[in-house]
Nanobody, 126 residues
Framework: VQLQASGGGLVQAGGSLRLSCAAS????????MGWFRQAPGKERGLVAA????????GYADSVKGRFTISRDSARNTIYLQMNDLKPEDTAVYYC????????????????????WGQGTLVTVSS
């Protein structure tokens, strides 16, 4: 599975951005996809995830109500719509895919994701 992320950029606080991640290759093997982010000096953490079989989603508490993960199954693409962005959302965002279930459910950790896209930088200015 290959993942191609896009959509990062510079935005003012309160603004919006949409990230995209197109999957190719053995997409039939994908069980779930997620967005992670890593800010300078911090560990990478889950932002949002979506299970492909039933569409279940999960979000980090810090982004609930502001971010939405969605999927276009025809294009094998997931999106992360980010609204009401805050300076603390500044980070490199990565999309990832996994091919199996997790004991953590929708909140599987990054080491359970086998496939990663390149990061895309989101910078939110105050």
């Amino acid at each position: 599975v290959q993942l191609q992320a896009s959509g990062g950029g510079l935005v003012q606080a309160g603004g919006s951005l949409r990230l995209s991640c197109a999957a190719s290759g053995r997409t039939y093997s994908i069980y779930a996809m997620g967005w992670f982010r890593q800010a300078p000096g911090k560990e990478r953490g889950l932002v949002a995830a979506k299970r492909w079989s039933d569409g279940s989603t999960g979000y980090a508490d810090s982004v609930k109500g502001r971010f939405t993960i969605s999927r276009d199954s025809a294009r094998n693409t997931i999106y992360l719509q980010m609204n009401d962005l805050k300076p603390e959302d500044t980070a490199v965002y990565y999309c990832a895919a996994r091919t199996s279930a997790s004991a953590m459910g929708i909140f599987a950790k990054d080491n359970e994701y086998a496939y990663w896209g390149q990061g895309t930088l989101v910078t939110v200015s105050s």
